[in-house]
């Protein structure tokens, strides 16, 4: 089923690689631990352009968490016990994420009425 998406992960997420058998292209390059006998440890110019791209891919989905987040009870503890109420909820905060989006306003141009 996974394999329907494309993993965008940061380097947060090191261990779905060894826990999950998820293939390691979705995560950033990281840079090469110093050594004796490579003390001068550097990633290459294209390691370094393939990380370009993948925060340049990863920004969006970082945006939306955050703009799913701006729903107070989604940032802060839910202490809910029903699993099928969190799960609305978290559809409501995306919802209205999406609602935002799709009204093009810029936070800055709001007018409040």
């Known amino acids: ?6 993993l965008l992960a940061d380097s947060g997420y090191l ?16 840079k090469p631990r110093r050594s004796k006998k490579c003390p001068d440890a550097a990633l ?3 390691q370094r352009a ?15 968490i955050s703009g799913a987040r ?4 989604v940032a802060q503890t839910f202490r809910n016990k029903s699993n099928a109420f969190n799960a ?11 609602w935002y989006l799709t ?3 810029n936070p800055i141009q709001e007018q409040v009425f």
């Not at 999950?20 to 979705?26: C, I, K, L, N, Q």
């Not at 990380?51 to 891919?57: C, K």
């Open 1 to 6: 089923m996974l394999d329907l998406f494309a």
């Open 15 to 30: 261990g779905l690689v060894k826990q999950y058998d998820m293939p390691a292209g979705g995560l950033p390059h990281r």
């Open 44 to 46: 290459t110019d294209a």
């Open 50 to 64: 393939d990380n370009d791209a993948h925060a340049r891919r990863r920004i969006k989905v970082e945006h939306a």
């Open 70 to 73: 701006r729903l107070g009870c």
């Open 88 to 98: 609305r909820v978290v559809v409501i905060a995306c919802g209205s994420w999406n």
């Open 103 to 105: 009204q093009n306003l």
